[in-house]
């Protein structure tokens, strides 16, 4: 397993990565349709190196997680891990190289608004 920055064109892939995270803690469909553009991982911030993704070996991506600046602080805006690679280490490589990214940003400090899900995380 590696951590890169994510690909152009990369996007649809990314998302539908999110939404399966999402929907695997159990959340109904009416949910999950409200939590659809909060999942959704932008070509721009991509463009821009916001977003790092775990791959495998054959560089399919099994998590993401994009960091936005703002300022000395940086927002960890998503970190998600394809539910068959969760306790493979993909989360906690996300999370330290996501720590990096926000410091290169030239954030001090990193904020995350996490789901009730992840707390343990």
Known sequence: MQVRSAKPGESP?????????K??????????????VTLAVGEDDIAAGRVLV?????DR????ACVLPEGETSDLDALFIDPPAT??????ALF??????????????M????????AAF
């Open 54 to 58: 775990a791959a495998d070996d054959a």
């Open 23 to 36: 929907a695997h803690w159990g959340y109904d469909a009416a949910f999950m349709k409200l939590s659809a």
């Open 111 to 118: 904020t995350i608004l996490a789901d009730p899900n992840a």
């Open 61 to 64: 991506a099994i998590g993401v």
């Open 87 to 92: 306790g493979s280490g993909a989360g906690r």
């Open 13 to 21: 892939n990314l998302t539908a990565l999110c939404v399966r995270s």
């Open 96 to 109: 330290d190289a996501a720590v990096g990214l926000a410091r290169r940003q030239g954030a001090r400090r």
